[in-house]
C-alpha cells in the first residue's frame, strides 16, 4: 500500500513569488491535512481538507491556501513568498471525517521549502 | 483549546538506557493523544496513541506510553535505548470535535551515547 506522496521534495523560489505543493494520500483516505514546520515555531498546523471541502483551518494569512481534487490529492498554494515562508511542509492523510481511525494520521516526508 | 507541552527539548541517554520523554496536555474534552518519531529530512512516524481505551499503550519499537488523567501526563518510555531511537519526538494531541487537526508539541531531540 502506497504511503502519503509530496511533490517536489525540495523547492527554491525567491520572495515574492508563489509556490504550488501537491499531496497524494493514501489510496481511500478522504482527509488531507497540511501542516509547516519550522525550527522556531514547531509544527502548526495550516488547514485540512474533506471530501473537497475545507473543514478546518489554522492561524495563517490569506497567502496561504489549498484545496482538495475529487481523487482527494490536495494542493497547497503560497502566494507572495516571504523569507519566513521558509519550512518543511508535511501533509497527513486521514481515513475518515469521523471518530478516532479518522484522527490516525499518515504524514508525507515533506517538502522543504527555501525563499531566498 | 488544546495544548501540548515537552519538557526537555534534547534529551540524552546512554544506550541501554531507560529512555523518558514528557509530555502535558491541556484539553477541554477528553484527549486522543499521540506520540510521534521524526528522523532527518522524514516526516513524522506514528509511535503510539491514546485512545480512551487502556491507559498503558504500546507502540512500535518498544516504546510505551502511559495515559495519567490525574496528572493531564502521556509520557512516553523504553527501557532499553538503541543507537537507532536517535530522533525527533512530537506529542500531539487531538480530539473528537476537531477533525484531523493536531497540536504537536516543540519536540524532543533525543541522542543515544554509545
Known amino acids: 500500500k502506497a504511503g502519503v506522496t509530496q511533490t517536489p521534495r525540495y523547492l527554491i523560489k525567491t520572495r515574492g513569488q508563489q509556490v504550488t505543493l501537491s499531496c497524494s494520500p493514501i489510496?481511500?483516505?478522504?482527509?488531507v491535512s497540511w501542516y509547516q514546520q519550522t525550527p522556531g515555531q514547531g509544527l502548526q498546523f495550516l488547514f485540512e481538507?474533506?471530501?473537497?471541502?475545507?473543514?478546518n483551518k489554522g492561524n495563517f494569512p490569506g497567502r496561504f491556501s489549498g484545496r482538495q481534487f475529487s481523487n482527494s490529492r490536495s494542493e497547497m498554494n503560497v502566494s507572495t513568498l516571504e523569507l519566513g515562508d521558509s519550512a518543511l511542509y508535511l501533509c497527513?492523510?486521514?481515513?475518515?471525517?469521523?471518530?478516532?481511525?479518522?484522527?490516525?494520521?499518515?504524514f508525507g516526508q515533506g517538502t522543504r521549502l527555501t525563499v531566498v | 483549546a488544546q495544548s501540548v507541552t515537552q519538557l526537555g527539548s534534547h534529551v540524552s541517554v546512554s544506550e541501554g538506557a531507560l529512555v523518558l520523554l514528557r509530555c502535558n496536555y491541556s484539553?477541554?474534552?477528553?484527549?486522543?493523544l499521540f506520540w510521534y518519531v521524526q528522523y532527518p529530512n522524514q516526516g513524522l512516524q506514528l509511535l503510539l496513541k491514546?485512545?480512551?481505551?487502556?491507559?498503558l499503550v504500546k507502540g512500535i519499537n518498544g516504546f510505551e506510553a502511559e495515559f495519567k488523567k490525574s496528572e493531564t501526563s502521556f509520557h512516553l518510555t523504553k527501557p532499553s535505548a538503541h543507537m537507532s531511537d536517535a530522533a525527533e519526538y512530537f506529542c500531539?494531541?487531538?480530539?473528537?470535535?476537531?477533525?484531523?487537526?493536531?497540536?504537536f508539541g516543540t519536540g524532543t531531540s533525543l541522542t543515544v551515547i554509545p
Open positions: 491514546y485512545t480512551s481505551a487502556a491507559t
Open positions: 489510496s481511500g483516505h478522504r482527509s
Open positions: 481538507y474533506f471530501s473537497e471541502t475545507q473543514r
Open positions: 497527513a492523510s486521514s481515513l475518515s471525517g469521523t471518530g478516532i481511525l479518522s484522527t490516525e494520521a499518515f
Open positions: 500531539a494531541v487531538s480530539g473528537p470535535n476537531t477533525g484531523n487537526q493536531f497540536y
Open positions: 484539553s477541554s474534552v477528553p484527549p486522543y
